[in-house]
């Protein structure tokens, strides 16, 4: 099959948006619309992609700078001829280009390859979809006998091809050569005297060019947005579609209408999410994992066998098997539990390991901590990690106990086998001596009785 080289029109403003964003960056499931159709042209694994900007050009270029992208700057938006017009200059005569837009962000690499194979065979291919209300979408014209003839836009339509249902969805792929002389004929003789790219079509029958139309088989997934209700309604079918996925792998869900999915999601067997679960970014979920209601977990591994219950967030953390969070956990990035860990109710940990067997039960806060095996931190404790300016380390070994109410002011290195009596404030390492077994540190001020003291009054 030749070169495919992707085009994708991604200048509109949006003004129905009622933003400052561009619209392409508006978000589908976490993600940038425009990034959505950038993903799925890189399945066809082109040399590059080619981008038309204008409206907000350089904050579309900021919010992009991973891809293997070729920015082409389109500064009047003078229709979607105009815009391919823009690009011709870089693509092969013999590719095949395949055109695509920012704001039609759920468009399938299945349905593109439909697409593009028909375009292999008669040098041009347009995608099509039936809608029950097919308004403000240009119309499939056919002959008698069933061949593509033209696209009507809604606004130069005649009354009875306004009745057509089957619509154009803009997406097409054409061999660059007939693309190419194609452009250089289209004029702007219309109601909103702009240059259509949708008028190569009758030019494509004139040069006795047979146009393949492809049905999409999901309508969804060829719609463009324009507002936000129309943003709102494509998340939807965004998240319905990423839950019937999990569903189809053995995802036991709650209410699969309560699940958000902003990435992409890795799951064992017997995995239950409850309602309104949030899983972002890169998340990898193992088996027997249970995770509670309302919930959320970010770029984060959960090991099988953990239950995460209600009302928790996870972070860019390694989760371990056999834990149990929460409810009302914070674990935040760089926190690693080894497996058997306890981290209970209005627990925050950040940067932290914790070995196999230690429990943080509750409304405490651990933070640039290294912390042993089967280690017991009592309600309150504070690891003191920053002095205003830097960060500092805090290390506990492996069978440590910490009394409630204690605070650890970093650095501090506690040893193996320690007891901290609850309420101390422990300011230096504590070091066992070869003759000791275990120790007991206390850090408190002597409790003191004063005698004749009287509270303020007003």
């Known amino acids: 099959m030749s070169e495919i080289i992707p085009i994708v029109l991604a200048a509109g403003k949006g003004t129905r948006m009622y933003s400052n964003l561009p619209k392409v960056l508006h978000p589908i499931g976490g993600k940038p619309m425009l990034q959505h159709v950038v993903d799925t042209a890189l399945k066809f694994k082109p040399q590059s992609i080619l981008v038309v900007i204008g409206h907000g050009a350089e904050t579309v270029r900021q919010k992009m700078p991973k891809h293997p992208i070729q920015w082409v700057l389109q500064e009047q938006q003078l229709g979607t001829g105009h815009a391919v017009k823009q690009a011709m200059e870089h693509i092969n005569s013999d590719s095949i280009i395949l055109i695509l837009y920012g704001d039609v962000p759920l468009i399938s690499f299945s349905t593109l390859e439909k697409l593009v194979a028909e375009a292999a065979h008669t040098g041009f291919s347009i995608l099509s979809a039936k809608f029950s209300n097919p308004f403000g979408y240009g119309r499939i014209i056919r002959d008698s006998v069933g061949n593509v003839i033209k696209i009507a836009e809604q606004k130069d339509a005649t009354e009875k091809e306004l009745q057509i ?83 189809d792998a053995g995802v036991s869900l709650i209410d699969p209408k309560r699940l958000d999915i902003r990435g992409q999601v890795e799951t064992g067997k017997d995995v239950v999410l409850d309602i309104n679960v949030i899983l972002e970014g890169e998340v990898t979920i193992g088996d027997n994992v249970k995770i509670g209601a309302n919930s959320i977990i970010k770029n984060s591994k959960i090991a099988a066998n953990t239950n995460v219950l209600e009302n928790c967030v996870i972070e860019d953390s390694l989760i371990g098997e056999n834990c149990n969070i929460g409810p009302f956990a914070r674990i935040r990035p760089g926190t690693e539990l080894k497996g058997k860990n306890n981290v209970g109710n209005f627990v925050e940990v950040k940067k932290s390991s914790l070995g196999q067997g230690s429990k943080v039960n509750h409304l405490s806060y651990i933070g640039d901590t290294e912390m042993g095996e089967v280690c017991n931190i009592g309600a309150g404790t504070i690891t003191c990690n920053y002095d205003g300016a830097y960060k500092h380390q805090t290390i506990i070994g492996n069978n440590v106990f910490v009394g409630s109410d204690t605070q650890l002011v970093a650095p501090v290195r506690i040893d193996d086998d320690v007891t901290i009596g609850a309420g101390s404030t422990i300011t230096r390492d504590i070091k066992k001596q070869p003759q000791d077994e275990e120790l007991l540190v206390l850090g408190r001020n002597k409790q003191i009785t004063i005698k004749k003291w009287r509270r303020p009054k007003k």
């Open 165 to 247: 249902n089957e619509i154009n969805t803009g997406i097409m792929a054409v061999n660059g050569e007939l693309l190419r002389g194609w452009l250089k004929k289209i004029e702007n003789n219309n109601a909103q005297q702009e240059y259509y790219l949708t008028d190569i079509v009758e030019m494509a029958v004139l040069d006795k060019i047979k146009v393949h139309a492809v049905l999409a088989r999901e309508p969804y997934e060829t719609k463009g947005i324009n507002d936000r209700k129309q943003q709102a309604k494509m998340e939807r079918f965004y998240q319905k579609r990423e839950a019937d996925k999990l569903l």
